[in-house]
C-alpha cells in the first residue's frame, strides 16, 4: 500500500485523496498512490479537514490528538500523519478488516 509510509520516527504518514461534499463518509479505493477518502462536509472553513480527522480518528480508535495533517490544508491532497499506530493494525484498519 503505497499510500501508507513508516517513518524514522516511529510515526505513519497516510496519503489521502479527498473528495469533499461526497453523499456519505467513506473510504473509496485507491487514487493514485493516495487512498481516497469521501466527505459529506463541504470545504469551508476547515471543516472538511476535522471531519477527516474524526472520521480518521474513529476508523483508527485514535483519540484526534494523534492525527496531525503535515500538507495539504488548502487542497484535496493531504499527508496526515499517525500517532501511536502500527502499520500492521493500521494497514489493517483501514482495509476494513477489524
Known sequence: ?????????????LKLHVQ????RNR???LHGDALKLCLTTPPV???A???LVAFLAKLLHLPKSALEIRSGLQGRSKQVLLHGIDEETARRLLSGES
Open 20 to 23: 469533499p461534499r461526497a453523499s
Open 49 to 51: 479537514n476535522k471531519a
Open 45 to 47: 472553513d476547515g471543516r
Open 27 to 29: 473510504l473509496a479505493g
Open 1 to 13: 500500500m503505497p499510500f501508507l509510509q513508516n517513518r524514522p520516527d516511529g510515526t505513519l504518514l
